[in-house]
């Protein structure tokens, strides 16, 4: 940091340092001077559970509620493609809203049951690899 202290390991820091990283080597590979890492950090944030959060923004510290909607707020910034943030989005008020299931349903297969429904297929004249997940097979 620039009073000489070292960086945080977190992605506030990590989001900075790659660009200034490239940017550096570009500088390096043309013969330029490389440039120190100046970066301020804007704050810290943590969840803490039961929809709370502490915070320390721009030097305020939060706790509460409010801390823990900017603190999911930032979270859904950064998450790639719209239909991530969509889908994120419902399923966190989803989680506010309702008690967590406990009926975990996992589509996922053996390598035998694979083997069998693609000989199944086979059978039928299905030449397409297009197995049943074993849950919608029981
Ligand atoms: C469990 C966990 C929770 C965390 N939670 C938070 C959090 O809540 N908030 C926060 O701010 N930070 C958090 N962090 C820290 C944050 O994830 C890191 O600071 C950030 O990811 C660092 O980014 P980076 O790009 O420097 O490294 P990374 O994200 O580690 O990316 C390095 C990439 O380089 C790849 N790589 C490594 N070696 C090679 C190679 N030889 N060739 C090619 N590719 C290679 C790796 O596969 C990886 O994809 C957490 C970290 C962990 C482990």
């Not at 990590?14 to 080597?25: E, S």
């Not at 429904?117 to 849950?135: L, M, N, R, Y």
């Amino acid at each position: 940091m620039p009073d000489g202290t070292p960086c945080p390991p977190t992605a506030q820091f990590a989001l900075r340092q790659g660009p200034q990283l490239a940017a550096n080597i570009a500088r390096q590979v043309r013969g330029e001077p490389t440039r120190p890492f100046g970066y301020q950090p804007k704050g810290l944030m943590s969840a803490i559970g039961h929809n709370r959060a502490v915070a320390r923004v721009y030097g305020i510290n939060l706790s509460g509620f409010i801390p823990w909607l900017l603190w999911r707020g930032f979270y859904l910034l950064y998450i790639p493609t719209l239909a991530r943030k969509a889908r994120l989005y419902l399923e966190w008020n989803w989680a506010m809203f309702f008690p967590p299931d406990i009926a975990h349903l996992r589509f996922t297969r053996t390598v035998e049951d694979s083997d069998e429904v693609s000989q199944d297929q086979g059978a039928q004249g299905v030449t397409e690899h297009s197995p049943t997940p074993v849950a919608e097979r029981v």
